[in-house]
């Protein structure tokens, strides 16, 4: 821990925060010693994972613009948000429509903290602190009770948080689960670390290797394949291209070429319940 550092009250610094290493690969400024420290000794074998934050904020912005204006959603439900940084979602979907609805959830008090700074003033946005594990705080949490209405099409997002529940914590329940929350017309966005097996056998070491040192400094992460992450959708109906690289779904040609591992080990994708 570096000298000097300090955090809200609740925000422990001794140990990294999946948020907080998020903030860091991004280039925020929202984060401390031992998360750039879980950071780097990703990036020693991986180096491209500032690139791969990059293209996860990009691909966040080009699903909230289809949700907003394609879909015509009034109303997004994010899920494992991160700590606040440029282009968040109430922002995108804000200039399209400044009466969309947003709820931000997450169980890191920093992200708390920020969000409820950033949205003093904010009548269309909220934040809660909640775990994903605990769908029933969240459903009851009067600010998503407020926001948010369950029997009308709502934008759920789930992206980089799946992957940072454990196999013997039932991600795919967790994730039925919140499906069956969603009104027919709703839509699911996901994106995930993911493992591309034998098809690119040196890239899938790299993966299990990086897997490693998450669990290692930050107790998670989990690099999936691509079936296991489409199940996560159900049965509702993927949108195309599919459960694709990130920089695959939509381009808008905002940003550069990634180097291969990174392209090859996060994907995503939005599907509708019909």
């Known amino acids: 821990m570096g000298s000097g ?9 001794t140990r990294p925060s999946i948020a ?10 929202d984060n401390f010693a031992v998360d750039r420290q879980a950071a780097e000794m990703a990036l020693r074998i991986t180096p491209d994972g500032p690139e791969a934050g990059k293209a996860s904020r990009a691909f966040l912005r080009r699903a909230v613009r289809h949700l907003v204006a ?25 200039e399209v429509d400044p009466n ?20 003093a003033d904010a009548t269309t946005t909220t934040v809660v602190q909640a775990d994903i594990r605990d769908l029933d705080a969240i459903v009851n949490a009067p600010e998503v009770r407020s926001f948010i209405d369950f029997d009308q099409p709502v934008g759920l997002l789930l992206l980089s948080i799946l992957h940072h529940l ?15 929350l969603l009104a027919p017309g709703s839509y699911l966005a996901i994106s995930h670390f993911h493992d591309p097996g034998e098809s690119l056998p040196v890239i899938s070491r790299e993966a299990r290797q990086v897997e490693k040192i998450f669990n290692e400094t930050l107790g998670t992460g989990r690099w999936r394949t691509h079936d296991e992450i489409l199940a996560y959708f159900g049965d509702f109906e993927v949108l195309e291209p599919g459960l694709v690289p990130l920089q695959e779904w939509h381009p808008d040609g905002s940003e550069g070429p990634l180097q291969s591992h990174t392209y090859h080990t996060f994907v995503g994708g939005l599907a509708r319940k019909r």
Do not use: C, W
């Not at 709820?103 to 969000?115: E, I, K, R």
């Not at 454990?166 to 069956?180: H, M, S, T, W």
């Open 100 to 119: 969309i609805r947003v709820v931000y959830v997450d169980n890191d008090p920093m992200v708390l903290a920020h969000g409820r700074a950033l949205l």
């Open 70 to 94: 394609e879909a015509g959603i009034t109303q997004i439900l994010d899920i494992g948000s991160g700590l606040p940084t440029q282009g968040n979602v109430h922002e995108i979907a804000h």
């Open 5 to 13: 550092e300090s955090a809200p009250v609740g925000v422990d610094i």
């Open 166 to 180: 454990q196999d013997e914590e039932d991600p795919g329940q967790i994730a039925a689960q919140l499906r069956a």
């Open 20 to 29: 907080r290493v998020y903030d860091f690969m991004i280039g925020g400024k």
